[in-house]
């Protein structure tokens, strides 16, 4: 429980910075993997680093085309990876999907909040088209203002929110 609050906190300061600045700032990040291997190290073993090491790595390896191709930002990529290693595989995708609908909301809301949805709708219908007729998958070119991105840590603070209200954290306690 107390881990749990723990990583509440962690994710309300970048959700409030992502808010504020857009950007996850590498030293909030820092802390987080810092804070989170020596969790690791006291409260379970020092061999459980690696394991703690190694699912920080495999996070972001698997979130880094969702960074390459502009989905989400390298910060939230990041803060992904400090959160996951702390959690179950089935429960980190329910705070993935969480977050990845939550963000869609959001998305829309804005979308008709500027009353922009035909152009939104034309350019995701020119890069759909440009995608198929080269046969390949390009990077999102996004021109849009800083202000109109989206700050995706409030979206994945929610899913976690959401996981803790529903009592579905599952903490990862290896056995060695």
């Known amino acids: 429980m107390m881990i749990s609050v723990a990583i509440l906190m962690y994710l309300f300061v970048a959700a409030i910075y992502d808010l ?3 950007i996850i700032p ?10 989170g291997a020596s969790y690791s190290i006291i409260f379970i073993s020092f061999s459980s680093l690696w394991i703690y090491s190694f699912h920080l790595l495999i996070t972001v390896i698997l979130l880094f085309p969702l960074f390459y191709f502009r989905v989400v930002g390298a910060g939230d990529v990041k803060l992904f990876a400090v959160v996951s290693p702390f959690l179950q595989t089935d429960t980190f995708i329910i705070l993935f999907i969480t977050a990845i609908l939550t963000g869609g909301i959001f998305s829309l809301i804005q979308t008709f909040r500027y009353k922009d949805y035909f152009i939104r709708f034309f350019c995701l219908n020119s890069y759909l088209h440009s995608c198929l007729l080269d046969h390949k998958i390009k990077r999102y070119e996004s021109k849009s203002e800083k202000n109109r991105q989206l700050p995706f840590a409030v979206c994945i603070f929610i899913g976690f929110v959401f996981i803790f209200l529903k009592g579905a954290l599952n903490w990862r306690i290896p056995k060695f």
């Open 20 to 22: 504020r600045y857009r």
């Open 26 to 35: 590498n030293e909030l990040v820092l802390l987080g993997i810092v804070a």
